[in-house]
Structure formats: C-alpha cells, structure tokens
C-alpha cells in the first residue's frame, strides 16, 4: 500500500505528458481507417457539394457554399474523430486492461483520457485545415468573416463532440460496440443536421430537433461566423448542453475496468 501511495506520489511532469500524447499520436496515425474518414470523407462531401451549389445563393445573399457546406465539413471532421474513433481507442484500453494497470501508476487513467483529447484536437486542426485549404483553392473562398468566431465555435463543437465520444466510451462494453454506437449517433445526428442537405429541406419538427443536438448546432453556429451574421444564442447552449450532460453521463457510467 504504501509503495503505491508513493507512485502516486509523484505525479508525471511534462515530460511524461509528451511521451504519452507522442504514443497516442503513434496509435491514431497507426488507424488507416481513422486517418482517412475523417478527412478524406469531408473533402469528399465538400467537393462534391462544392460543384453542386458553387453560385448558387439564399435569399439573403449569402453563398450556400459558405453558409451550409464548409461548416458541414467541417464538423464531420470533428464529430468522426470525436464520437467514432476516439471511443473505440478508449473502449479497446480498457477491455485490454491497460487502464487497470495504470492505475497503480503515476500515469493514472485519466492521462489517457486527455491525451486523447489533445491528440483528437491536433488531428481535428489537420482536417480542419486540410478542408478551409481546399475551399480556398478550388473555391475560391476565403477565410471567415468572424474568424475568432469561427474558431471559437468550432472549439466548442469538438468539446461537445468529445463529451458525446465520452459517452459512448462509458456505455459501450467493447470496441466494436463503440464503433458501432458512434456511428449511429453519427448519423443520426448529421441526417438531422445537414449532413445530406440544408435542414431548410428537412421537415421544420425534424430540423428543429437537429439544430438542438451537437451536428446540428455547430453547423448552424459555424455557418454564421463564416458569413458574418449573428449567432444564435441557443446554438451555444445546445453545444454547451451537450458538454454538460454528456460529461456528467460519462463520469458517473465510466469504468476502467
């Protein structure tokens, strides 16, 4: 007991932070599939839509292209990574046990954890960065009109996202299970979000419910700030919603073990 007490002790500096975060890193980029998804799958969306509704506009004059199609690329880039892949990894270290065994080491569990958000972050800012630099080079669009904004939102999107990833971590019993629950969260969140299609061409109860879940709003919200229009305050809260109660759900559910 007092041999672990002392482990615990001694608590990882931040050298023993960027060895973690560097390994996690090696893991992920070790996922073919979790590299190509989510940025191959966005470019893919926002090509094809690109070519589709380059000149066309709404009725207020804001191009499509920017007010729907970047923001939905965007945000699948964050929601793959947040609630597909990431709790796979989770759910997979702890049917593997190397979250037991690190509890009884100065790198505690909850290092894994946060490695993977700062991991899931680096790679969010890759696609993200991937999608803007084909907009602006296919497209010929250029960077937001509320670029603080903009970032600010996205910032908030991959949080909610990574809290609904969370989630799916504590309920899923294996890897395959976490997989299979995140993308049905996936899809059924972009499907009433706008992932096939302006929520203008959804039925208004279905759009509605889709504007209140996390896909949904941080289309909506990025949207804005890629047009210079106001944000509507009850997109944040549905972001900040889906943080807080996708968190408590995920403290309360998690097992290490």
């Known amino acids: 007991m007092t041999d672990i007490a002392t482990i615990r002790a001694h608590r990882p ?5 960027a060895r973690l975060v560097a390994a996690e890193a090696t893991m992920v980029a070790r996922d073919t599939s979790g590299l190509i998804i989510p940025f191959g799958l966005p ?5 094809m839509n690109g070519m589709s509704v380059q000149d066309e506009a709404e009725a207020t004059g804001i191009p499509i ?4 199609v970047i923001p939905v690329a965007l945000t699948i880039v964050i929601a793959v990574i947040g ?5 796979s990894f989770l759910a997979y270290y702890r ?19 946060a490695a993977q958000v700062i991991v ?7 696609g993200i960065a991937i999608g803007v630099a084909a907009a602006m080079l296919f497209f010929d669009v250029g960077l937001p009109e509320h670029l603080g904004t903009a970032l600010a939102v996205l910032g908030l999107a991959a949080l ?4 609904v990833g969370m989630f799916v971590a504590a309920v899923a019993p294996s890897g395959n299970a976490a997989v299979a629950i995140g993308l049905t969260l996936f899809f059924l969140f972009g ?3 706008g992932m096939f299609g302006p929520t203008d061409n959804l039925p208004e109860p279905v759009a509605a419910v889709g504007e209140a879940l996390p896909f949904g709003a941080a289309v909506q919200a990025v949207g804005a700030a890629w047009a210079g229009g106001e944000q509507n305050l009850a997109h944040l809260l549905a972001l900040a919603a889906a943080i807080v109660v996708s968190a408590a759900i995920s403290v309360k559910a998690f097992r290490w073990d």
Do not use: C, D
């Open 13 to 17: 500096g931040p050298r023993a932070w």
């Open 43 to 47: 470019l893919l969306i926002l090509v």
């Open 65 to 68: 292209f920017e007010r729907y």
């Open 191 to 193: 499907a009433s979000g």
């Open 160 to 163: 909610a996202m990574y809290a």
């Open 120 to 126: 899931g972050m680096i790679q969010s800012a890759v």
């Open 83 to 87: 609630v597909v892949n990431m709790p």
């Open 95 to 113: 049917r593997t046990q190397v979250l037991r065994r690190l509890a009884v080491t100065p790198a505690n569990p909850g290092m894994i954890l």
